[in-house]
């Protein structure tokens, strides 16, 4: 619309990395303002202080798991609230300088964590190829562009934006690997319930008290909500002493979900509420407990209104 400001998004960069490639997969960053950042803590703090509408950071990935300084993040830091998420797959490519041929390689260069990702395709393909290590992947692409390598292996998107040619696609070990972002703002309303979402939150358990978690997956099972990752992290109090990150499939707003995370605010030390938003993709069908149904839980509770109010006897 004429005259309304572009939303200002971070994430964690630098350009060219899959972070940003996953951020563009969102109509309103393409049209927004995005700008890298050097850490997740940078990208969530420019949240936190108002310079950006919206983070996104990487939470999980499917061959190496959850992200640390993410989880820590949203665990300790000040309150952020994850509105969306986008799942990636982590392609490497090999991208080279126009006309560069496949034969006259001697030299790929990318991150660390890209080299090894690439290491078997590399040995078979590649054998007597140097692998050079640089900052970033989309670093490696940008050294190649100058001419400082032959090849680099990256993602698409840093490969585009120098203008590089690709030379091999998906030259990862793990072909169907998958990175899962998340799109954090500061604390509001939820996004509205899509009927296919998530609610993510963080249980700090009662550590004096035998069978603390089992009590907090109880609360849950009973309801027939469906329980999708659950992940421990040290308090940082002193050993032994965790956290843990759950997700589970509903809404904040579906009747459930919301008496299980009262029923978890009444039985943990504390529970941060990290936000219920749509499933990227559609969530694979499971069999809830019999009168764990929405329109079990909405029939309960018109029940109980009408014990309540005089209209309903036994």
Known sequence: MPGVPPQRFTYLGPEGTFAEQALLTIAAARDGVREPAANVPEALDAVRAGEAGAALVPLENSVEGAVGVTLDELAFGEPLQITREVLLPVRFGLFGR??????AVRTVASHPHGLAQVRSWMRKNLPDAEQRSTSSTSEAATAVARGDFDAAACAAVAGERNHLRLLVDDIGEESDAVTRFVLVTRPGRPPERTGDDFTSFVAFIAHDRAGALLEVLTELAVRGINLTRIESRPTKERLGRYCFFLDCTGHINDDRVGEALMGLRRICADVRFLGSYPAAEPSPP?????????????????????LRDGSERG
Do not use: I, N, V
């Not at 126009?98 to 034969?103: A, K």
């Not at 149904?293 to 209104?305: C, G, K, M």
């Open 98 to 103: 126009p006309g560069t041929e496949l034969s």
């Open 286 to 306: 499971y069999t809830s407990r019999p009168g764990t149904s929405d329109a079990d839980f909405t029939d309960a509770a018109a029940w109980l209104r009408a």
